[in-house]
């Protein structure tokens, strides 16, 4: 009995090794497979280069550089890929996406249409980048997809805005309107103003994670022309909303009457406060002054980084955080006047 277990062990570590040194020669093998590939990939972007270069700085084409297989195809996207980091005029970037256009046209319809998701996804980005508008309609199709994951349709979104699709609002506002106020800002930071005002427009009917993401994409671009929206947004609306708009308000710098956002500095939420804080800071109204000296002994350590951030604005702001510091009993609005008293020094 010993000696068939004895048996049935060594033919089961036999087995064992076997199935080892079978995985160990195919990943030699593909390893070695991989480098050669690497190697022909390499000649290849040698051999496209000096053309690649010459068409993006002479504006013409030269007889060469015709991709025939796979390998070849992928050389010359990984060096279109490395001018896109290297390129810094209009120009060049629209010679680059012509010639993206050219060449990997037909390849990347294919790519799309892999099983692959990696593949699917690895294409999308390529086509954002090169600026393929040429491929808009393929990759519209995407969204027709029985089973699309997040990823893919949020950049397949994301470049239907890129190239201005007119599908956006419909898609945003009726079919997708499920995605994260992180997805929603991805989508419309890459839209034309045109199309964002748009959303604008249809604000009131959006759902809440589409209207935070409008009101931090007017935050991020600061611009004078949304400054009624904004404000109409913080006279009608309560809670996040109120707060977002109020931030918008604070980064573009500007209001048209200052009296209701001093008020605001009395607030007993503390992210109010904070947020009006900043917009004093900005606008540099000495009706503020007072307030923001008493919000330096605020409970909140945010509420009192902003106010000294807003105070040190003011032209005589290092002189009114110098006196908090020397006369003050709080040792908390101490440390924060200390510490915009010594910001950049």
Known sequence: MQNLELFFLSILT?????????????????????????????????????????????????????????LQQKAIEELFSRYTTLLEGEEEKTRLSELA????????????????????????????????????????????RKRISREELVHVLRILAKFHSKQMFELLTK?????????????LIRMERRQFDQFILHFHKSNISLQKAILDIISLKREMTYLSFLERIFESYNGEIKLRALKALAEIGYVK????????????????????????????????????????????????????????QFTNGKEILRSVFETSNDVFAKDMAWEWLHKGV
């Not at 692959?116 to 199709?141: A, G, K, P």
């Not at 079919?175 to 994260?180: K, M, Q, R, W």
């Not at 503390?270 to 540099?284: D, F």
């Open 101 to 144: 256009s050219l060449y990997l046209t037909d390849f990347y319809r294919r790519q799309l249409k892999s099983k692959r998701w990696s593949t699917r996804m690895n294409t999308l980005y390529h086509i954002e980048d090169f600026h393929m508008s040429q491929l808009l309609e393929d990759v519209s199709r995407l969204l027709r």
């Open 257 to 312: 009457n200052v009296e209701p956002y001093l008020e605001l500095l009395y607030s007993n939420k503390w992210e109010e406060r904070m947020v009006a804080a900043k917009l004093i800071g900005s606008l540099k109204d000495e009706r503020g002054i007072q307030r923001l000296i008493e919000l330096l002994h605020d409970q909140s350590w945010w509420v009192r980084s902003q106010a000294g951030q807003a105070i040190d």
């Open 175 to 187: 079919e997708f309107d499920h995605l994260s106020e992180y997805d929603y800002r991805n989508i």
């Open 14 to 70: 036999l087995s064992i090794f076997g199935m080892l040194f079978i995985l160990l020669g195919y990943l030699t093998i593909r390893k070695a497979v991989d480098i050669k590939r690497r190697e022909r990939i390499s000649h290849y972007k040698e051999q496209y280069n000096p053309l690649l270069f010459f068409m993006l700085t002479e504006g013409s084409y030269a007889r060469g550089l015709t991709p025939e297989t796979a």
